[in-house]
């Protein structure tokens, strides 16, 4: 009997040993998203998470802050990230342009045509996401590191509380509310309307008020706002850029994990950016049905009137390269990068037809 007693002892010390190791991690990263559990960052998230808790076998932990618990703006998140407070932060390029101008060459319009085109460049190991990790070690003396670029949100559309828009003209003295970043309000005058910057949480009432007639944003976002009943009721599909989310870490807390570790954390950020990239695609269906069945009037530009806007829009390119540190170099890679993505996905196109 006492035989078996220590026996069944031993192997409950054995077994809480095990477990007590399994829950014990080597690594803990402090990952943070200023937005909510419905948004495409946070979907990102729990994919990464879960990816590198499993494939460290528990020796990398990953806590996640959704909103603002750790900072509450690009200026604060990134300075988080690169005095090591923070180890993994999601930025928009509005959010990181005050510490890397260049990475706004994702606001330019009309580059990329459509999801599989954006996905292609901005895949790691192509020649654009290479430069911008490149420019990120340099301008930040090695403090940050740019691991993946996903999506937050699918395609940026002009929307507006008060007609539908059709051809640039139709955007006339259009008050569009802007981030405070240059790039965009260059892009809303070339195309005749006023920008008018206002901060994200006064958008709202912005519509409500007049402050505003329209914006530039996903329908995810229109939606998960409420911003039709503002006022929000026309949706043009232009699509003129694909709404990037830029995934920083820091650099030495990076570098200072085993070469195994490092690789489970890289593929771990592969498998956020395909939950990135799919998420707004199947949130965007709803979203979009949402819309009309609310009264919304959403217009699909034809090839015409598409490319219509993009010549009105194309001296915003000149000026990116002329005006923004680092723009042409940063506008070289993304137009290189989408012309091999265009190139590739042709011949796939041809092969797979046949």
């Not at 080597?26 to 879960?50: M, P, Q």
């Not at 490149?134 to 002009?158: D, P």
């Amino acid at each position: 009997m006492l035989g078996k007693t220590l026996k069944s002892l031993t192997i409950a010390a054995l077994l809480a040993g095990t477990a007590g190791a399994a829950t014990a991690a080597d690594y803990t990263l402090r990952a943070t998203a200023n937005s909510n559990e419905n948004d495409e960052d946070y979907d990102g998230l729990i994919v990464f998470k879960n990816y590198v808790e499993a494939a460290s076998n528990g020796a990398i932990e990953v806590e996640l802050f959704i909103g603002t618990q750790l900072c509450s703006n690009g200026t604060e998140c990134l300075t988080g990230v690169a005095e090591g407070q923070i180890d993994i932060v999601i930025q928009t390029s509005g959010g990181t342009s005050g510490f890397f101008p260049f990475v706004q060459v994702l606001d330019l319009p009309y580059l990329m045509a459509d999801d599989r085109v954006a996905e292609n460049a901005l895949a790691n190991g192509s020649d654009f996401v290479t430069t911008m990790q490149s420019m990120v070690q340099e301008y930040s003396e090695g403090a940050l590191r740019l691991m993946t670029i996903g999506n937050t949100g699918g395609w940026r559309n002009f929307a507006n509380t008060q007609r539908r828009v059709q051809n640039p003209s139709d955007m006339d003295g259009l008050k569009i509310r802007t981030v405070v970043a240059d790039l965009p309000q260059e892009l809303v005058r070339a195309l005749g309307a006023s920008p008018t910057p206002i901060p994200w949480p006064e958008l709202f009432t912005s519509f409500q008020t007049g402050v505003v007639e329209g914006s530039k944003n996903g329908i995810t976002d229109i939606m998960n706002m409420k911003f039709p009943d503002a006022g929000l009721q026309y949706v043009t599909l232009d699509g003129h850029a694909y709404m990037g989310a830029l995934w920083f870490m820091n650099n030495e807390t990076f570098m200072s994990m085993p070469a195994e570790m490092r690789t489970v954390i890289v593929d771990g950020f592969y498998q956020l950016q395909q939950a990135t990239f799919a998420s707004p695609k199947r949130k965007s269906i709803q979203a979009y049905a949402d819309f009309v069945a609310g009264g919304g009037d959403l217009y699909v530009p034809s090839p015409a009137e598409k490319a219509a806007f993009r010549d009105a829009a194309s001296p915003v390119y000149d000026w990116f390269k002329q005006n923004i540190d680092g723009g042409e170099r940063a506008f070289d890679a993304l137009v290189g990068a989408v012309a091999d993505a265009e190139a590739a996905i042709g011949a796939t196109r041809a092969a797979d037809t046949q």
